[in-house]
Each structure stands twice: as C-alpha cells, then as structure tokens.
C-alpha cells in the first residue's frame, strides 16, 4: 500500500516499508504481504494484525485516482456495499451516513473523511519528491529476501530497500541535499522498518501450507498512471 511521508515514521514502527518500481519511477509503500494478491495482516476474520492502518484505509469507502503529478480526485464505490442511494435504504436502518446536507455541501462526517484523503494526498507527493532524491543518488536497491522454509525457498523479487552502504560513502554536500528535501528522514525510517521483515517472513510461513516453488515477482505491477484503491 503506498505511504505518505508524514505517515511513514508510524509505519515504520510496525510493519516493514520498501519500494517498488513502477515504469521508471520508485513508490515508497507498506509492505502487508510477500505473494502478490494476498495480505499477510488480515486475519480470515477480518481483523487488523499490524500496529499501523494505513492512511489510505482510514478515508474508507472513499479512495483517490490521481489528476496529475500533484493534484487526486476524492471518489467513492458506488457498487460498494457501504454506498447506497438513499431511498434504497430501508426505513429506521442504522449507522448510514449522508454524503451531502440538505444544502448540498458535505456532511460533517462525509467531510471528515475527505479531509483525511486530502491530506493524504499531499502526503503521498511528499514520499514522491524524497524518494525521487534517493533514486537520483542511487539509494535504492533490490531487497533480497528468501520466504517460505529451506526446503521449499521461495525468493521475492521487485521490492527494494535503502543502500546503506552507499548512503555512508555520501559526502557532505549529497547529505544536506538529503536532509533538505526530507530523503534522509525517509531514509532512515525505511531502514529501520527492516527489522519487520522476520516477522512477516514467519507470519507467511505458518500461513503458507503449500508453498509454491516458482519465483515471486512483484514486478508483476504496472503503472496505469493513477494509484488505485480499488482493493479497499
């Protein structure tokens, strides 16, 4: 799931963070899962395991598709099971909320939900303009990582990390350049959310009970353009 900037600090306590390659530009994002199309951190009951939600969870039913480099639209699933017409809702049902006041402005609680997308929004250009300063001074790196048992290895592909080593042979000038677009602060969170990584790692294997043998790839991602929401 993509990740803001301001969010990634409480991310990072949690769950480990990375990036993946989308065309030619790298996307910071919570990893939740190791096989693409399945979430390690969502219990068959629905229940939430990891510390963080991430913030585009948290503006549901409402998602974003994206305008521009820098602008989103705020939308909603109408076929959503959570969204309905009005007088498709029988009377004296509870917990539905209006979208919009009888003057056709937002309702308080449809507001509050477009506010966090908002902000969101503005974050997740933030995490862009960090990340784009480490790809620019080749920061980042594929992730080697090996899942599932010795027996049966099954090896992720796709996902990146920070370079720490070349990170430490920066001179002074690279690292103010770091520090001053917030690349640094990224930098740093991300690499210590790679001490999550073991955790998922046995979480998957106990989840796994037949571990297929061909080679994971999350390259198998394309970019349309927009980042979508579409799996909320």
């Not at 409480?10 to 030619?24: Q, R, S, T």
């Not at 549901?60 to 705020?74: G, H, I, N, W």
């Not at 999350?218 to 799996?231: C, P, V």
């Amino acid at each position: 799931m993509p990740l803001g900037f301001q969010e990634v600090r409480k991310a990072a306590m949690g769950m480990p963070v990375g990036f993946i390659k989308l065309e030619e530009k790298f996307l910071l994002v919570a990893i939740l899962g190791l096989r693409n199309g399945e979430s390690l951190v969502v219990q068959e009951s629905g229940k939430w395991l990891a510390a963080h939600l991430p913030d585009a969870y948290q503006g549901f039913p409402f998602k974003m598709t994206r305008l521009d480099a820098e602008r989103y639209r705020v939308c909603t699933d109408e076929d959503s099971e959570f969204v309905a017409k009005a007088a498709d809702i029988p009377a004296g049902a509870k917990g539905w909320r209006v979208f919009f006041d009888e003057e056709d402005k937002l309702a308080d609680a449809a507001g509050e939900l477009v506010n966090k997308m908002r902000q969101h929004a503005s974050d997740l250009v933030l995490a862009e303009r960090a990340t784009e300063k480490l790809t620019e001074l080749e920061l980042i790196r594929e992730w080697e990582i090996i899942a599932g048992d010795e027996e049966k290895p099954l090896q992720v592909k796709g996902l990146h990390t920070l370079d720490q080593e070349r990170l430490a042979d920066l001179d002074g000038d690279a690292m103010v350049a770091l520090r001053d677009c917030g690349a640094l602060y990224l930098a740093y969170a991300q690499t210590l959310s790679g001490h999550h990584m073991p955790s998922l790692l046995r979480l998957a294997q106990l989840r796994w009970k037949e571990p297929e043998t061909e080679e994971l790839d999350f390259d198998q991602i394309s970019d349309s353009g927009s980042i979508s929401f579409d799996n909320l």
